[in-house]
Protein backbone atom coordinates (compact mmCIF):
# COMPACT_ATOMS: atom_id res chain seq x y z
CA UNK A 1 0.00 0.00 0.00
CA UNK A 2 1.15 3.41 -0.46
CA UNK A 3 -0.26 6.76 0.86
CA UNK A 4 -1.34 9.92 -0.68
CA UNK A 5 1.08 12.80 0.26
CA UNK A 6 -1.53 15.49 -0.36
CA UNK A 7 -4.74 13.50 1.80
CA UNK A 8 -3.36 10.41 3.27
CA UNK A 9 -5.23 8.35 1.93
CA UNK A 10 -4.24 4.65 1.39
CA UNK A 11 -3.74 3.50 -2.26
CA UNK A 12 -2.77 0.50 -3.79
CA UNK A 13 0.86 0.07 -4.75
CA UNK A 14 0.90 0.97 -8.61
CA UNK A 15 -1.69 3.50 -8.41
CA UNK A 16 -1.31 7.02 -10.17
CA UNK A 17 -3.71 8.91 -9.20
CA UNK A 18 -5.53 9.41 -5.56
CA UNK A 19 -8.86 7.95 -5.50
CA UNK A 20 -10.00 10.47 -2.80
CA UNK A 21 -8.36 13.63 -4.00
CA UNK A 22 -7.18 12.90 -7.51
CA UNK A 23 -3.43 14.09 -6.67
CA UNK A 24 -0.45 12.49 -8.71
CA UNK A 25 0.98 9.54 -5.92
CA UNK A 26 4.02 9.63 -8.97
CA UNK A 27 6.73 11.41 -6.90
CA UNK A 28 8.76 14.10 -8.81
CA UNK A 29 6.61 13.33 -12.20
CA UNK A 30 4.82 16.40 -13.19
CA UNK A 31 2.16 14.85 -15.03
CA UNK A 32 0.91 17.94 -16.74
CA UNK A 33 4.06 19.70 -18.16
CA UNK A 34 3.21 21.64 -20.92
CA UNK A 35 5.58 21.91 -23.93
CA UNK A 36 7.55 25.03 -24.52
CA UNK A 37 7.34 26.73 -27.57
CA UNK A 38 10.10 25.75 -30.10
CA UNK A 39 9.66 28.38 -32.88
CA UNK A 40 12.72 29.72 -33.13
CA UNK A 41 14.18 31.86 -36.34
CA UNK A 42 16.64 31.54 -38.37
CA UNK A 43 19.82 34.08 -37.59
CA UNK A 44 19.94 36.91 -40.33
CA UNK A 45 22.62 36.97 -43.17
CA UNK A 46 23.19 40.69 -42.71
CA UNK A 47 26.58 40.41 -44.22
CA UNK A 48 25.02 39.44 -47.68
CA UNK A 49 22.37 42.64 -47.47
CA UNK A 50 20.61 42.41 -44.18
CA UNK A 51 18.07 40.14 -44.85
CA UNK A 52 16.03 37.47 -42.91
CA UNK A 53 14.64 34.08 -43.19
CA UNK A 54 11.35 32.70 -41.98
CA UNK A 55 10.71 31.03 -39.03
CA UNK A 56 12.33 27.72 -38.97
CA UNK A 57 9.45 24.98 -37.67
CA UNK A 58 11.09 22.52 -35.37
CA UNK A 59 12.62 19.53 -36.82
CA UNK A 60 9.63 17.62 -34.84
CA UNK A 61 6.66 18.94 -36.16
CA UNK A 62 3.39 17.91 -34.48
CA UNK A 63 -0.44 17.93 -35.95
CA UNK A 64 -2.96 19.06 -33.91
CA UNK A 65 -4.52 16.51 -31.62
CA UNK A 66 -7.99 16.39 -31.83
CA UNK A 67 -11.16 14.30 -29.68
CA UNK A 68 -14.42 14.41 -31.29
CA UNK A 69 -17.04 13.19 -28.46
CA UNK A 70 -19.35 10.96 -30.14
CA UNK A 71 -22.84 12.16 -28.99
CA UNK A 72 -22.44 15.84 -28.88
CA UNK A 73 -20.39 15.81 -31.72
CA UNK A 74 -18.02 18.42 -29.96
CA UNK A 75 -14.49 19.36 -31.07
CA UNK A 76 -11.86 19.24 -28.13
CA UNK A 77 -8.51 20.43 -28.93
CA UNK A 78 -6.79 20.07 -25.09
CA UNK A 79 -3.43 21.92 -26.57
CA UNK A 80 0.19 21.32 -26.72
CA UNK A 81 1.13 19.54 -23.64
CA UNK A 82 2.50 16.41 -23.22
CA UNK A 83 -0.25 14.74 -20.92
CA UNK A 84 -3.67 14.80 -20.90
CA UNK A 85 -5.56 14.12 -17.94
CA UNK A 86 -8.77 12.16 -19.38
CA UNK A 87 -11.98 12.14 -16.75
CA UNK A 88 -14.77 14.69 -15.38
CA UNK A 89 -14.64 18.08 -13.11
CA UNK A 90 -15.08 17.40 -9.29
CA UNK A 91 -13.97 20.91 -7.69
CA UNK A 92 -14.22 19.08 -4.14
CA UNK A 93 -11.40 17.10 -4.68
CA UNK A 94 -9.68 19.34 -6.80
CA UNK A 95 -9.52 17.07 -10.42
CA UNK A 96 -9.81 19.35 -13.06
CA UNK A 97 -8.61 17.25 -16.07
CA UNK A 98 -7.61 18.84 -19.60
CA UNK A 99 -9.97 16.52 -21.24
CA UNK A 100 -13.51 17.08 -18.98
CA UNK A 101 -15.87 15.18 -20.56
CA UNK A 102 -18.34 15.86 -17.36
CA UNK A 103 -20.56 18.32 -20.81
CA UNK A 104 -20.72 15.21 -22.71
CA UNK A 105 -22.75 13.01 -20.19
CA UNK A 106 -19.33 11.38 -18.81
CA UNK A 107 -21.40 10.61 -15.02
CA UNK A 108 -24.04 8.88 -16.82
CA UNK A 109 -21.64 7.00 -18.84
CA UNK A 110 -19.26 5.88 -16.65
CA UNK A 111 -16.70 7.80 -16.14
CA UNK A 112 -14.62 8.25 -14.02
CA UNK A 113 -12.90 11.52 -12.53
CA UNK A 114 -9.37 10.33 -13.31
CA UNK A 115 -10.31 7.95 -15.85
CA UNK A 116 -7.31 7.59 -18.53
CA UNK A 117 -4.08 9.74 -19.75
CA UNK A 118 -3.13 10.59 -22.74
CA UNK A 119 0.80 10.90 -23.77
CA UNK A 120 2.60 12.80 -26.75
CA UNK A 121 5.89 11.80 -27.39
CA UNK A 122 7.35 12.74 -30.09
CA UNK A 123 4.95 12.57 -32.83
CA UNK A 124 3.05 9.45 -31.48
CA UNK A 125 0.30 9.19 -28.77
CA UNK A 126 -0.75 7.07 -26.07
CA UNK A 127 -3.27 5.74 -24.03
CA UNK A 128 -3.29 4.64 -20.47
CA UNK A 129 -6.44 3.77 -18.65
CA UNK A 130 -5.91 4.70 -15.06
CA UNK A 131 -7.65 1.61 -12.89
CA UNK A 132 -11.19 3.76 -14.25
CA UNK A 133 -14.17 1.44 -12.61
CA UNK A 134 -15.86 1.25 -15.94
CA UNK A 135 -12.46 1.27 -18.18
CA UNK A 136 -11.13 2.10 -21.21
CA UNK A 137 -11.82 0.70 -25.17
CA UNK A 138 -9.92 1.23 -28.08
CA UNK A 139 -11.63 -0.24 -31.52
CA UNK A 140 -13.62 -2.14 -28.92
CA UNK A 141 -10.20 -4.08 -27.40
CA UNK A 142 -10.42 -3.12 -23.24
CA UNK A 143 -7.17 -1.84 -22.31
CA UNK A 144 -5.55 -3.05 -19.44
CA UNK A 145 -5.06 -0.89 -16.07
CA UNK A 146 -1.69 1.34 -16.55
CA UNK A 147 -0.92 -0.46 -19.85
CA UNK A 148 0.46 2.51 -22.37
CA UNK A 149 -0.91 1.36 -25.77
CA UNK A 150 -0.25 3.26 -29.19
CA UNK A 151 -2.86 5.07 -31.09
CA UNK A 152 -3.71 5.83 -34.34
CA UNK A 153 -5.91 8.21 -36.40
CA UNK A 154 -9.39 7.68 -36.38
CA UNK A 155 -9.03 5.02 -33.28
CA UNK A 156 -12.48 5.40 -31.49
CA UNK A 157 -11.81 5.28 -28.11
CA UNK A 158 -14.62 4.41 -24.88
CA UNK A 159 -14.79 5.93 -21.69
CA UNK A 160 -16.67 3.65 -20.20
CA UNK A 161 -19.65 3.57 -22.59
CA UNK A 162 -19.00 7.30 -23.95
CA UNK A 163 -17.49 7.05 -27.46
CA UNK A 164 -14.72 9.30 -28.58
CA UNK A 165 -12.56 9.71 -31.57
CA UNK A 166 -9.12 10.38 -31.61
CA UNK A 167 -7.64 12.06 -34.66
CA UNK A 168 -4.64 14.49 -36.20
CA UNK A 169 -5.19 17.41 -37.91
Known sequence: MQQCSNCRAQQLDGTI??????????????????????????????????????????AHHHRTLVLFVGPSGRR?????????LIGRKDPERGIDPEVDLSLDGGLDAGVSRSHALLVRRGAEYTLE??????????????????????????????????TVRFALE
Open 17 to 58: FCSECGASLLEGVMLRSATPAMNRTVASNQAAGGSTRAPVRP
Open 76 to 84: IEPGQATQF
Open 129 to 162: DLASANGTFVNGRRLPPQVPTKLHPGDELLFGTL
